[in-house]
Nanobody, 123 residues
């Protein structure tokens, strides 16, 4: 069982930066691939980024490549999402999620989810 708690969301102007954190409980955190997803009002949840258990493999949605960076610190049971050059279209609730095995962009394969943190980017 893994419990996930996101933090770091907030209101930022376009072009600004935020760093989201996702703290995980459980001794097996380092065994899980971790993902970040987001959901804007009236839209489906979409993949943002994912990282494998060691941090050696990452994947990004095309819309955030070059602007967002996912990382993890297994000693702290935490995964991060550094978001730079934010745009109004990045406004959404951001969720972290965990799964066994390889990174994957499909939300359906993730077993554990956090409650989400709101990110609002003003123009």
């Amino acid at each position: 069982q893994v419990q996930l708690v996101e933090s770091g969301g907030g209101l930022v102007q376009a072009g600004g930066s935020l760093r989201l954190s996702c703290a995980a409980s459980g001794r097996t955190f380092s065994s899980y691939a971790m993902g970040w997803f987001r959901q804007a009002p009236g839209k489906e949840r979409e993949f943002v980024a994912a990282i494998n258990w060691s941090g050696g493999s990452t994947d990004y949605a095309e819309s955030v490549k070059g602007r967002f960076t996912i990382s993890r610190d297994n000693a702290k049971n935490t995964v991060y999402l550094q978001m730079n050059s934010l745009k109004p279209e990045d406004t959404a609730v951001y969720y972290c999620a965990a799964k066994w095995g390889r990174v994957a962009p499909a939300a359906l394969v993730y077993e554990y989810w956090g409650q989400g943190t709101q990110v609002t980017v003003s123009s």
